[in-house]
């Protein structure tokens, strides 16, 4: 199963609420997946800000005087904020990739979820309440933002085996379904320079469209490419920097709705997900088309 | 009279009496509560009209009614709502998550709305109407229910469907009917691509009679029997004859 969901905010106003409507869409959905729960936010890009969100299995012991150490290490100013197991490391948007060569020496034990201007990305094991809760994303801010709980079974239940992937910047993805091709895929763009964490399927998809869009396609584009590269089921809800995406297979057995309003763009795995959105007794309400690209960009 | 005999006049009459209908809310009361609560219902119940109020994209809603009582659900529901159904008449006033009316026996379904995937699969009997849009495997392996849709249907719809009808008042998505045995399907509009030995049929007086009750039936205005067009079986794969193995 696994339940996805997604939210794309059009009216500004409703920003200070992405968190806690994200996080009312996801946990509603909690029965289609208990083994583990994220989400991926973003805010605002400013331009002369990267963020990195890290985690860690200890994450005191990791997280204490991390700022300091990382400052000296990349010669830039580093702010850390920590949330539970997750850290987000704030410095200048040119010294990201030289941060995360740094982190590898100074704390093997860290695992970087995702990278960029806008995006922060929180996951754990565990039921979908516990996780928002861990993290507090319901007080987080943002312009749009998707969310993931997961039922194994393609990896281990791990927390770097929960959604959403993230192998690029400010990109990630959140899928329902099983990839069939994804060993022989993830050999191809390992050959092309990607870079791995696990043996997910969803990984792959993710690195994929990361891989494409490093290749000059827009999202839309290397959306359409995963219908003649990607072999299995799939649902995928995608995020970028300013644009959120969704593809389904053509055979389209995993469930999907999505509403639109003038406020918003809003994607679940099931109906339940969208029930409590403002608006949505009004809303423009469909099942998204097999094999069938849908984007939107800020 | 059993409902899967009701006129579309005489359901919504027997709708019009919502005052006295007994209301459920489910942001009151379980789901569980509610399904309990129909399956207690004995043979000429006293309560014959209920109403469920904020289903919210729940499952199951109404599954397993065995009474001819009229039950209206006041809002979207999520996946088997109506499953099993047999002779009640239920109206859902919003759309409908996957498997609406799975495997329905007798009575009758309406969705004010869309339906999602598989609706009416395997079903027995009784008529299922979609008012909207119904999208992929739309009346897979059917066995002897009716189903009209107002709007389109999507792929792989009445997928070796073994009996029953079909009504499509738009237009059909890809591989209509694969492997289809003896179901018979209308479809209006255009059909994107017919699967594996289904092909196009002949419109004779009798289906002419047949389509035109059903539209009557699900209280449908405006559209005659011959603007639709027959699809059914080749008869080509019922038994393995090697000659036909590319068709598979």
């Keep these: 199963m696994c339940g996805i969901v997604g939210l794309f905010l059009k009216d500004k106003a409703l920003e200070p609420k992405l968190g806690a409507m994200l996080s009312e869409m996801l946990v509603s959905l909690s029965d289609r997946g208990p083994d583990s729960a994220g989400i991926a936010i973003y805010g605002a890009a400013t331009g002369n800000e990267a963020k990195i969100t890290v985690q860690s299995p200890k994450p005191d012991s990791d997280f204490r005087g991390l700022d300091a150490e990382l400052a000296k290490a990349i010669g830039a100013p580093v702010s850390v904020a920590v949330k539970s197991t997750h850290a987000v490391i704030r410095t200048t948007p040119d010294k990201v990739d030289t941060a995360r060569e740094a982190l590898q020496t100074l704390r093997p034990n860290i695992r970087i979820m995702g990278a960029g201007e806008a995006v922060e990305i929180y996951k754990e094991v565990g039921l979908p309440e516990a996780v928002v809760d861990r993290f507090d994303v319901r007080s987080m801010t943002g312009t749009h933002g998707i969310g993931h709980t997961r039922m194994a079974t393609e990896s281990a239940v791990t927390t770097m085996g929960a959604h959403p992937f993230s192998t690029g910047a400010d990109q990630c993805l959140v899928h329902n379904g099983s990839l069939s091709n994804h060993n022989n895929m993830r050999r191809e763009l390992i050959r092309d320079g990607m870079k791995f964490e696990t043996e997910n399927d969803t990984e792959v998809a993710a690195a994929y469209l990361s891989n494409r869009m490093a290749h000059g396609k827009n999202l839309g584009e290397a959306l359409e490419g995963t219908l003649s590269d990607l072999d299995g089921f799939f649902t995928f809800v995608v995020g970028t920097k300013n644009g959120f995406g969704v593809v389904r297979d053509p055979i389209a057995c995993k469930p999907a709705v999505m509403a639109e309003t003038d406020q918003y763009v809003a994607f679940g795995s099931e109906y339940r997900a969208l029930t409590k959105l403002p608006g949505i007794d009004n809303a423009r309400v469909w099942e998204p088309e097999p094999a069938t690209v849908y984007f939107w960009e800020h | ?248």
């Design chain 2, 1 to 248: 009279m059993p409902a899967n005999t009701m006129s579309k006049a005489e359901r919504d009459q027997s709708h019009a009496h919502s005052q006295a209908s007994r209301v459920f809310d489910l942001s009151q009361h379980s789901l569980r509560e509610l399904n309990e609560a129909l399956h207690k219902l004995t043979p000429g119940p006293n309560e014959t009209a209920w109403e469920v109020l904020n289903p919210k994209g729940s499952h199951s809603v109404a599954v397993g009614v065995d009474q001819p009582v009229s039950i209206d659900v006041r809002g979207s529901v999520g996946y088997y709502c109506a499953g099993m159904n047999d002779g009640a008449a239920i109206t859902v006033h919003g759309s409908a998550g996957p498997g609406v009316g799975e495997n329905m026996m007798s009575g009758s379904i309406v969705i004010k709305g869309d339906a999602s995937q598989y609706a009416g699969a395997t079903g027995r009997g009784g008529l299922l109407v979609i008012e909207g849009n119904a999208s992929s495997r739309c009346g897979i392996s059917m066995k002897g229910i009716d189903i009209v849709v107002h709007g389109n249907i999507g792929h792989m719809s009445a997928f070796m469907a073994q009996s029953g009808n079909l009504v499509v008042l738009g237009d059909a998505g890809d591989a209509l009917g694969d492997s289809i045995y003896e179901a018979r399907l209308f479809v209006r509009g255009k059909v994107e691509s017919l699967g594996a030995d289904c092909i196009a049929k002949e419109m004779r007086p009798e289906h002419l009679e047949l389509v035109q009750g059903l539209l009557d039936k699900a209280g449908v205005i405006g559209v005659k029997a011959s603007e639709f067009k027959r699809y059914g079986s080749a008869r080509k794969l019922y038994n393995f004859n090697i000659d036909n193995a590319d068709a598979y």
